[in-house]
């Protein structure tokens, strides 16, 4: 998907009406969470970190590199928990730049914890015009388009960037959905503009205890803008709570069939978890999808932060 996305891209440049992906692809989404719904944050009931680095179709030059860097933490006293996102994709000769502030509410039911959130903030794209290479270009002995839209400078743009979401977390049970970008905005870039389009999303994950050693994670995400869906069914297993193991199955038909991911990690003491997937393609882009990596790194503060001020004191002297 995302290579069709790149000569999407490319070609919106001449024409400026493309569709395409936009938000980043991560095979470990069962991982990070709070990633895909700022409802889920603080549900992990400290400090949460989390970063990683996915390069998709690395033998495919100009191949889609992501960044992600993202924070969560409970203010207890707020009933809720604060946090943002950051997130770097490049992909061929674009570069978009997303960060976004987010709060959520969380209520204490008879069932679990059932979390409203939203999170908002600027998305940032940049073209660079001189690595475009048209077909009625000159780049012999000098560099022109020879096109009256495009240039060899770098274009960029700013606009703004929202999500809303709730979440459900129960003993056995999780599950959220996410609403991105509604309504559909845009904001200028060059003489185009470039649209923040709908998406929507929802995610379930069940947990089973085998035995007190070893637990199984079953998962499923469904993502749409109402006019392509995607799915992803994945399960992960932890030994100990330390070490992980896991598959990951992308699609749902001979059109939407994308990847078989698996999926590793492992803790770093008491704080930190490294994981790393890789994707196996299953469509027709296969011969360049091979290669496709993704390294996860995750912190975790295992300490409640936030529950409140201290009582305060009170002197009562007296005599004995």
């Known amino acids: 998907m995302i290579m069709k996305n790149v000569l999407l891209s490319l070609f919106s440049l001449v024409c400026f009406a493309a569709i395409a992906q936009q938000k980043p692809q991560f095979s470990q989404y069962m991982l990070n969470k709070f990633n895909d719904n700022p409802a889920y944050g603080g549900l992990e009931r400290s400090l ?3 970063t990683s680095y996915r390069d998709q179709y690395s033998a495919f030059t100009g191949n889609p590199r992501t ?9 207890y006293i707020w009933n809720g928990a604060i946090g943002f996102t950051l997130y770097n ?20 039911t008879s069932m679990g914890f059932l979390s409203f959130g939203g999170r908002a903030g600027i998305d ?7 690595s475009i290479i048209t077909p009625e270009g000159t780049y012999n002995g000098g560099f022109d388009h020879n096109d009256p839209i495009l240039g060899n400078t770098r274009y960029n743009g700013i606009g703004p960037s929202w999500e809303t979401g709730v979440y459900f977390y129960g003993k056995y049970l999780e599950t959220g959905l996410v609403i991105s970008e509604l309504p559909t905005h845009g904001y200028s870039i060059g003489n185009g503009t470039y649209s923040r389009a709908f998406s929507g999303s929802f995610f379930a994950q069940y947990k089973y205890a085998w035995d007190d050693a070893l637990k199984f994670f079953p998962s499923f995400m469904i993502k749409s803008d ?3 869906v995607q799915t992803d069914v994945g ?5 100990y709570d330390n070490l992980l193991v896991g598959v990951n199955y992308r699609g749902y038909n001979k059109q939407s069939n994308d990847a078989f991911s698996v999926i590793v990690g492992t803790n770093l003491g008491k704080k ?18 091979e290669g496709s990596h993704e390294i996860m790194l995750s912190y ?6 936030g529950i409140g001020l201290p009582p305060k004191i009170i002197y009562n002297p007296r005599d004995l």
Request: net charge positive; aromatic share 18%.
């Open 124 to 130: 940032m794209l940049s073209i660079d015009g001189s």
């Open 89 to 108: 994709q490049k992909a061929g000769v674009f570069s978009n730049t997303n960060f976004k502030l987010s709060y959520n509410y969380v209520m204490n």
């Open 300 to 305: 975790n503060l295992q300490k409640l932060i």
């Open 272 to 289: 930190y978890f490294v994981s790393y997937s890789y994707d196996f393609g299953l469509s027709q882009l296969k011969s360049v999808h």
């Open 226 to 228: 109402l006019g392509v």
């Open 48 to 50: 949460s970190i989390y």
């Open 235 to 239: 399960i992960i297993a932890k030994y």
């Open 67 to 75: 960044f992600y860097l993202g924070a969560d933490i409970p203010i």
